[in-house]
Each structure stands twice: as structure tokens, then as C-alpha cells.
């Protein structure tokens, strides 16, 4: 083994033994009563759960950015060209027990207090970003038109309480403007589990097998509303049986049948945020990819998804 294999596993073995160390924690605090400040402590000491959880990559990520308007819990850029004049955004974060969806009756839901001020706090920091009113002109930096808002709040399990039916999900999925998404904490969570190992496998180099070849195979969208709310349920719980990597990206569709190369861009099959940012309608042409070793079970299990029309998302809530 060379030593730059050797680093490489160390390297490896250091970022796993941070990662357990964090869901350990992680599961803490979804379990204890907390405030936003614990919240706050443990992603200051674990930025890589938003690198490794949310739907787009970041090339600097800073907390308690000082602003005209006041001061985001997170403030992030994506590096464009290679000047900092990409893409831009904030990240604001709730309390897990705080709710998402006001219900107004049976049909009709809205958004709560808590995440309509998230959204409101979101929209006057990522203002002030692009007018450059930074109140410590070292933390300036050229901002483009792209804007991304990500707010963590609640669980996943108001949502699926809350949303009965086909109405009620195009309601939820409505909520926020482009640009604005909302991640509850549970779903970090198993984000941030399913991107660890669950074992940890040495090998030496003289018994190494070769790395499994990648799958990939095209679909069709074929449900008459697309990849909403449900369908990006159900793929992203699919997707989290499987240890081995899945995207998805989008290319193209019979009424757009070319697309441009930032919207060509893989999203992680096990995050519904991802999935549901395709923004997939009916028609739209999807290529999946698949690596590792329960590649082929995944794409197998992926397919009958496609091929039924996501006929299990609409039976499961029957």
C-alpha cells in the first residue's frame, strides 16, 4: 500500500469517526428538549451535515455573518467560474418541535407562524446580501442572481400528518417561493446516517476486488402530476434501503427536450428535498445512476417505481 493510500484511509477513518460522533449527538438532541441555541452549537461544530444533507454543495459556509438587517444563522456561496459570484443563500433554523403547517380544515393548510417569520427573516437577510450591506465589509463578497433560502424547522411527521390528500400535498408543496425550501430535522438526520458506512471494511490491496461498474438507466415520468411531495417520499425512502450511491438528474423532456447544463444537475436520490427540486412534471425525461455493492437491487427496486406510475405512493396513504 502507498503512502498515499494510507492517507487516504486515514483520512477516511477520521471523517467516519466524526460522522458517528455527530449522529450520536444529532440523536440527542432530537430526543431531549432543546432550544435554538443547542441547535445552533451543534451545527457550528459540524458544518459538514449541511454539506453532506441539503440539495446544493457550498464553497464557504459562515455563521453569524453580521448584516444591515441583522445577522442569518448561516450565510453560504457556490463558487461560480471560479470568481465568489455564484449562487448565494441563507440557512435559518427553528426548533424541531415548532410546526410547519397551520390547518384551516380539512382541505385547506398554510404556513405556520414559526416558518412564515423563517421565510420573512430568509428573504430580508438574502436582500441585504445582494445589495452588499454588510456591516463588516471583510465578509463582502459578489453575490449573483441565483438566491437560496433553506430553513430547518419541525418533522417530518406533521407533514405526513397533516397532508391527507393530493390537495393538501400541491398546497404544502406551494408554500414558499422559488429558491425557499424547508428541511426538518429527522430527515437531516437520516440523510447524515445513509451517508455513513454502516460497516467499516479493510482490505488489503493484494485480495482488493475491482469497484463495482455504475448502473445507469433513463425513465420517464409517466404520473399525471409528476414528482410531487409523494412520489419524492416514496423514491427517497426507496433509495434509503440501499448503502450504494443513487442520483438522479434530469435531462430533458418531450415538451423540453433540451435543458440547460445548471438544471442538468444530479440530485441525491435519498433526499426528497433533492428529488422534489427537479422539479420533474410529467413527460420529463430522468436518468438515474446507481454505484455500489446493492447497485443492481437499487436500480431493480427503482425501475418498478417508474414502470408503476408511482402507483405505491398513492396506495400507501389509503
Given at each position: 500500500m502507498t503512502l498515499k493510500q494510507r492517507r487516504q484511509l486515514l483520512v477516511a477513518a477520521a471523517d467516519s469517526a466524526a460522522k458517528r460522533k455527530a449522529i450520536e449527538r444529532f440523536d440527542y438532541l432530537l430526543n431531549a428538549k432543546t432550544n435554538e441555541n443547542d441547535w445552533q452549537k451543534f451545527f457550528d461544530e459540524n458544518p459538514f451535515i449541511f454539506s453532506d444533507t441539503l440539495s446544493i454543495k457550498f464553497d464557504g459556509l459562515y455563521r453569524k455573518v453580521p448584516l444591515v438587517s441583522g445577522?442569518?444563522?448561516?450565510?453560504?456561496?457556490?463558487?461560480?467560474?471560479?470568481?465568489?459570484?455564484?449562487?448565494?443563500?441563507?440557512?435559518?433554523?427553528?426548533?424541531?418541535?415548532?410546526?410547519?403547517?397551520?390547518?384551516?380544515?380539512?382541505?385547506?393548510?398554510?404556513?405556520?407562524?414559526?416558518?412564515?417569520?423563517?421565510?420573512?427573516?430568509?428573504?430580508?437577510?438574502?436582500?441585504a446580501i445582494q445589495r452588499g450591506a454588510f456591516i463588516n465589509r471583510d465578509d463582502f463578497f459578489m453575490a449573483g442572481n441565483r438566491r437560496y433560502a433553506f430553513i430547518i424547522i419541525g418533522s417530518s411527521n406533521e407533514i405526513s400528518n397533516k397532508c391527507h390528500d393530493e390537495i393538501t400535498l400541491m398546497q404544502y408543496y406551494k408554500f414558499l417561493p422559488p429558491g425557499f425550501y424547508v428541511y426538518t430535522y429527522d430527515e437531516l438526520f437520516r440523510m447524515l446516517h445513509s451517508s455513513l458506512p454502516s460497516t467499516v471494511q479493510v482490505l488489503f490491496m493484494s485480495a482488493a476486488k475491482e469497484p463495482p461498474e455504475e448502473l445507469v438507466r433513463e425513465f420517464t415520468v409517466l404520473n399525471k402530476l409528476g414528482i410531487h411531495v409523494r412520489p419524492s417520499d416514496l423514491l427517497a425512502r426507496a433509495a434509503n434501503r440501499f448503502t450504494s450511491d443513487i442520483s438522479i438528474t434530469k435531462c430533458g423532456s418531450v415538451k423540453e427536450p433540451y435543458i440547460t447544463t445548471d438544471a442538468n444537475k444530479a440530485a441525491n436520490a435519498k433526499s426528497i428535498m433533492a428529488v422534489l427540486m427537479l422539479e420533474a412534471v410529467q413527460g420529463t425525461r430522468l436518468s438515474v445512476r446507481a454505484k455500489g455493492i446493492d447497485a443492481e437491487a437499487a436500480m431493480e427496486q427503482i425501475s418498478s417505481i417508474f414502470e408503476s406510475a408511482f402507483e405505491q405512493a398513492y396506495k400507501r396513504r389509503r
Open positions: 445577522i442569518p444563522d448561516y450565510v453560504f456561496y457556490r463558487n461560480s467560474g471560479g470568481e465568489i459570484n455564484g449562487d448565494f443563500g441563507v440557512i435559518e433554523l427553528k426548533r424541531p418541535d415548532q410546526t410547519i403547517i397551520g390547518e384551516y380544515s380539512s382541505k385547506i393548510i398554510a404556513p405556520s407562524y414559526h416558518l412564515r417569520i423563517a421565510q420573512q427573516q430568509s428573504t430580508v437577510y438574502l436582500d
